[in-house]
């Protein structure tokens, strides 16, 4: 207590710096500052855009998404045709958006593990071909690799006559590729609730194992416990009821193909595009996740007497796994923002649609752009907030 | 020493098997049946992917011709006359064939500044580091938009090819770096409305794509001017291009800023140094040079989405390929495959230069601020 009042008589006593020199007035007057100078930017910006607006006489608001949008589009997981609105016409590009980012992560880690595994390979040669796939890829703009794809080779691929056959009844051709379409019969039901049960059974089995082994040191086989279970048994229901699964073939009738499912040339170059880009990245913070686990750790691991895959699974894996996810995240990340350059070779997602030619038939141009982003700004903040859980969940817990 | 009859030992040489490029072979590819599966398949796929790059680059190439008709054969592999003949258009776009020598002087004279600049043993690096930064810029623009010196002027909207690419992507780095310094500076500050503002912009450009945001710089821009004032497409394009990257330079110098030691902040302020002061002569030194090798890795970033302006309408590399991809006169099956690896090779030794480049700075400077591996206990 004496100490403190000492310091503040001290404080008291030193001869007072002017009013202006004091931090605290400082800082309160450059936020005021800040404050100020955004206030009145924000204040031009929206007088200019409403003088703007006003000369070319658009009324600003979110009135337009009601009205009738008069355009159609190629590729529509809901229904959608011309007649329906512009909201609508939102909701299908968002989900063409989804839709290609989701397959695309999917295609892009697993080729991305893939190569960032063989990296790492004791094979000289297979390291060599993943380091040159690795440089070669990531050193080339994504969209010059998209239009590789798109123009230079699916838009240059015969037409449907000569259309080049692909294994199991499909078929390549400029206008896409053409793949039979599953058909379900009666019956298929079960084979689904088959893999389904499969599927809960070998989870549960899974905790039983963990039990046991906590229990007794002992575990039950997991792996065939899951074989026999997920995949032998709807397997044994589709063979039993006489494989209730039909396929609709496509055929070429006239000038075109009919019947089976069609992925439009648009669509595969982007997929293709943006999963062999991204892998490339995603190879590289595989190999430094692996590389990032001190070779104490295996040694230690080989002390205990772990064989290969045990080492991999219970030591090497999940620490590499703690380096590797949140770069990882924020590649899936650019893979879905860069879905946004489908836009140059007409795949028709939300920069394209919305941002295309909902904004040019409107002129919404502020609330369409508007929009956009915060579109795309609320799939990464749900994206990093996912990871911020995920981070501490995973954190080491250190003394 | 009494006992004479000790022969010396002598190490036996290593045995044949160990030595030599057969051992190499055997311990590298062919160690288990496993590995010798794996050396037979990458085998194949180089083969395969060799033979389809000698067949279509040098075999069955075309290397002289007139037009497309002298690519349109049948299995005809590159159109190489294509690209040697619109080989000033991908370099300069529409830029007057007349004052095409300005746009080689300033490569020349970005050359002359940055080579010695980039050597770390050449010294003077100060003088060189003015000549770069500050003469430079001023050289180059006014020999590129001309109008002055009793050079001719030339449009932007005649630029175009690589000379747009190096454009957009020196100009938004070096726009992005003041800019990002202070929204780092803005982000780590105790002031919470600075902090705030500093945060929700990095946030904002970090979460939207570069598309949207040049979209918004060629739409949204106009609106946001005075009634009947514009400019120049390529300027829209370069601010947005500099917003969008000075977002992620600030991350960049934010790692930076926390590497460094809190006792270097606080010996700089004992020395009564002003906020200023502490930060341009002791904190900002140190952590830029720590961040150089990430400086470099935004460039190269950078660098591959300038290619991004062909969809606002400007035709960097990228553009003016695609815009000639389609020429009728060169019309064959191959010219557009030509066009896209000519302009992959570009942009390719571009950034492998620069990543090398980056990597070899990353060593440099490991000047041993961050502990490195473990070592022991």
């Given at each position: 207590m004496a100490v403190a009042t000492s310091t503040r008589g001290a404080a008291r006593s030193a001869p007072r710096a002017s009013f202006f020199y004091r931090p605290e007035v400082r800082q309160a007057i450059y936020q005021i500052v800040t404050v100020l100078a955004l206030a009145v930017l924000f204040y031009i910006l929206v007088t200019n855009t409403a003088a703007n607006l006003r000369k070319q006489n658009i009324a600003s608001g979110f009135d337009?998404?009601?009205?009738?949008?008069?355009?159609?589009?190629?590729?529509?997981?809901?229904?959608?045709?011309?007649?329906?609105?512009?909201?609508?016409?939102?909701?299908?590009?968002?989900?063409?958006?989804?839709l290609v980012a989701a397959i695309g992560i999917v295609l892009a880690t697993v080729l991305g593990f893939v190569v960032g595994i063989a990296r790492l390979s004791s094979n000289w040669l297979v390291a060599k071909l993943a380091a040159i796939y690795v440089e070669v890829i990531r050193n080339v703009p994504l969209l010059l690799q998209l239009f590789f794809w798109y123009f230079a080779v699916l838009k240059s691929l015969p037409?449907?006559?000569?259309?080049?056959?692909?294994?199991?009844?499909?078929?390549?051709?400029?206008?896409?590729?053409?793949?039979?379409?599953?058909?379900?019969?009666?019956?298929?039901?079960l084979v689904l609730l088959a893999g389904l049960a499969g599927i809960a059974g070998s989870i549960l089995l899974y905790l039983a194992s963990r039990r046991r082994q906590r229990l007794t040191g002992h575990r039950l086989p997991v792996l065939w416990g899951t074989l026999a279970l997920a995949v032998a048994m709807p397997l044994a229901v589709f063979l039993l009821l006489g494989q209730p699964l039909a396929f609709d073939y496509p055929e070429l009738k006239g000038f075109n193909f009919q019947g089976g499912m069609v992925l439009q040339p648009e669509f595969i170059a982007l997929l293709v595009g943006l999963a062999i880009y991204t892998a490339s990245f995603i190879a590289e913070i595989v190999r430094?996740?692996?590389?990032?686990?001190?070779?104490?750790?295996?040694?230690?691991?080989?002390?205990?007497?772990?064989?290969?895959?045990?080492?991999?699974?219970?030591?090497?894996?999940?620490?590499?796994?703690?380096?590797?996810?949140?770069?990882?995240?924020?590649?899936?990340?650019?893979?879905?923002?860069?879905s946004s350059l489908g836009v140059a070779i007409a795949y028709p997602d939300l920069v394209s649609v919305w941002a295309g030619t909902v904004l040019n038939q409107t002129g919404q141009a502020v609330e369409v752009i508007l929009i956009t982003m915060g579109v795309y700004l609320s799939l990464s903040l749900l994206t990093s907030a996912f990871m911020n859980w995920f981070n501490r969940r995973m954190a080491l817990v250190e003394r | 020493m009494a006992s004479e009859s000790v022969s010396p030992v002598t190490m036996a040489p290593p045995r044949r098997a160990a030595l030599g490029p057969v051992a190499w072979l055997r311990e590298n590819l062919f160690s288990s049946w496993g590995n010798t599966l794996l050396t037979a398949i990458g085998l194949l796929i180089a083969y395969k992917a060799a033979a389809a790059i000698l067949e279509w680059g040098i075999l069955n190439a075309t290397f002289t011709g007139e037009d497309g008709s002298a690519c349109s054969r049948e299995g005809a592999g590159a159109c190489w006359p294509y690209i040697a003949a619109k080989f000033g258009q991908f370099m300069y776009g529409r830029y007057p064939s007349d004052e095409r020598w300005r746009v080689d002087l300033v490569y020349a004279l970005a050359l002359a500044g940055l080579v010695p600049l980039m050597i770390p043993r050449v010294p003077g690096k100060l003088w060189n580091a003015v000549y770069v930064f500050g003469v430079f810029p001023v050289l180059a623009f006014f020999l590129l938009t001309g109008g002055?010196?009793?050079?001719?002027?030339?449009?932007?909207?005649?630029?175009?090819?690589?000379?747009?690419?190096?454009?957009?992507?020196?100009?938004?780095?070096?726009?992005?770096?003041?800019?990002?310094?202070?929204?780092a500076l803005g982000r780590r500050s105790k002031m919470p409305i600075v902090r705030w503002v500093s945060i929700g912009f990095i946030e904002f450009v970090r979460g939207v794509p570069l598309i949207t945001v040049l979209f918004m710089a060629s739409v949204m821009l106009p609106l946001f001017l005075p009634p009947g004032m514009s400019f120049d497409k390529l300027l829209r394009a370069l601010i947005g291009v500099a917003l969008f990257a000075?977002?992620?330079?600030?991350?960049?110098?934010?790692?930076?800023?926390q590497a460094i030691p809190r006792g270097q902040f606080e010996a700089a302020e004992a020395l009564g140094l002003s906020y200023s002061k502490r930060m341009g002569l002791v904190i900002l030194p140190q952590a830029l040079k720590l961040v150089i090798p990430g400086i470099v890795n935004t460039f190269i970033g950078l660098f591959k989405d300038t290619s991004l302006v062909l969809i606002i309408g400007l035709f960097d590399l990228l553009g003016?390929?695609?815009?000639?991809?389609?020429?009728?006169?060169?019309?064959?099956?191959?010219?557009?495959?030509?066009?896209?690896?000519?302009?992959?090779?570009?942009?390719?030794?571009?950034?492998?230069?620069?990543?090398?480049?980056?990597?070899?700075?990353?060593?440099?400077?490991?000047?041993?601020?961050?502990?490195?591996?473990?070592?022991?206990?």
């Open positions: 337009f998404i009601h009205r009738t949008s008069g355009f159609d589009v190629s590729q529509t997981l809901i229904a959608y045709d011309n007649s329906m609105t512009y909201g609508r016409a939102f909701l299908v590009g968002l989900l063409n958006t989804l037409g449907p006559r000569q259309s080049h056959p692909v294994p199991g009844g499909g078929f390549l051709n400029v206008r896409g590729l053409y793949l039979p379409a599953p058909v379900p019969e009666p019956g298929f039901d430094a996740g692996i590389l990032g686990v001190s070779k104490g750790q295996k040694e230690a691991a080989r002390a205990l007497g772990l064989s290969n895959g045990q080492m991999l699974r219970l030591v090497v894996i999940p620490q590499a796994m703690r380096i590797i996810i949140p770069p990882l995240t924020s590649q899936f990340l650019n893979l879905t923002k860069n | 002055a010196f009793g050079l001719a002027p030339v449009d932007t909207s005649l630029w175009g090819g690589l000379l747009v690419t190096l454009v957009v992507a020196t100009v938004g780095i070096a726009g992005s770096l003041p800019i990002g310094i202070l929204l000075a977002a992620y330079m600030a991350e960049n110098i934010r790692g930076g800023l003016i390929v695609q815009l000639n991809n389609t020429d009728q006169k060169w019309f064959s099956p191959t010219t557009a495959m030509t066009g896209y690896v000519f302009a992959g090779f570009v942009f390719w030794m571009f950034c492998f230069f620069m990543s090398r480049y980056s990597q070899m700075l990353e060593r440099r400077l490991a000047t041993g601020h961050e502990r490195g591996p473990l070592r022991g206990g």
